[in-house]
């Protein structure tokens, strides 16, 4: 894990929209991350509007926070109108956009599902743990540029 290879700072940046799903995201990355020797202070937790602002706020974390990674997590969930598919699409491409532009793991921990029910399934700590997952996917992205750097050094 990343810890191994001496402090990790995670940055974890939430959409307060759909915030019964999102608290529970939120619960289940930190755990994962306490499992993995992220200690809470390396940990810097910031809630925005919605999954259209995360990232901004993931660009932020990673400019100014000081953080090594970003986990972003929201929910967006189909409605009637068409706001699901410029939500979700645009949030996916700006989070896409600010990993490549900073160089540094953003990872997307937003759901997207056609019912309450589902998001509220994949967020259940005790169920599917996204939240969980996708902090472990950051942690291990870490991991991966953490080889290719030091392949490159021995070089």
């Known amino acids: 894990m990343a810890t191994e290879r001496g402090e990790v700072r995670i940055g974890i940046a939430a ?61 967006v969930i189909r409605g009637d109108t068409s706001h699901y598919d410029f939500v979700a699409g645009e949030c996916a491409r700006g989070l896409q956009q600010v ?29 599917m743990d996204k939240g969980g997952e996708a902090a472990v996917a950051a942690l291990e992205m870490l991991d991966a540029l953490g080889v290719i750097e030091q392949y490159g050094k021995s070089r």
């Open 99 to 127: 990993q490549l532009d900073v160089g540094s793991p953003v990872v997307f921990g937003v759901l997207t599902t056609e019912n309450t029910a589902q998001a509220i399934d994949r967020a259940s700590v005790a169920r």
């Open 15 to 75: 959409a307060r929209f759909n915030d019964a799903i999102t608290v529970r995201l939120a619960t289940g990355a930190r755990a994962a991350l306490r499992r993995a020797g992220v200690r809470d202070e390396d940990v810097c937790e910031v809630w925005v509007p919605g999954a259209f602002e995360l990232p901004l706020a993931a660009r932020a974390l990673l400019l100014h926070g000081r953080v090594d990674a970003v986990v972003a997590l929201g929910a």
